[in-house]
């Protein structure tokens, strides 16, 4: 069982010189039922302990299916839990059908349901960037200007906001996203692809200045917006 931190933190769950299909540790976790991996839980619990303290990180726990991954994690939660720390959970589904990004929604629905929305609001204030992915094209001009401007009410100065979403040549040259954005304007009441030209007044109307687009090689384009 492995895990990998964030860039400034990298380390392994596998206890030191033991391989990853040998025998668990069998110390049990105090004040608990939980009975083995004494190395990976304390280091999930510094990085618990760090994130209550405002440090937050991301570790990835992987391993062999059956070694005890989601029953590890089940401690942990329950102990951030009682710290008083929200805990969401997202799961995959393995076969065809699910949404994109599915684990993420489900985590960002629970952490938003019921909240208060100039609570969250203020929350969610002060990031380094903020990413809206396959979001505006869903929306007609006047309901993407509305989600844009909630992202400049909260994005700092230094703060980008990135799209992701398909970009059309100029109106009148042939592509093939004009199928998906004719397809959107069947299915979503105002839904569209835009221009490069027409996500620039977009920006314009909710506070943003397009900076520069950046070529991704598929038919999704990166727009890199700052707040003015």
Known sequence: MTAFDTPRRRESLSRPGTRESGSPSTAPASGTGFVGRAHELA????????????VGS???LAGEPGIGKTRLLDQVSAEAAERGCRVAWGRCWEGEGAPSFWAWVQIIRALVDGRDAAALRAEMAGGDIYLLMRILRDWDDEQATVILRRCREVIPPHGRLLVIDPILPPRGMPSPAIGSDLLLRVLFDGGRDRTENEFRDLLAAAGFALERRIETGWLLGLIEAKPV
């Open 43 to 54: 280091v999930l619990r510094a990085r618990l302990a760090a994130a209550a303290a405002g």
């Open 58 to 60: 991301v570790v990835l």
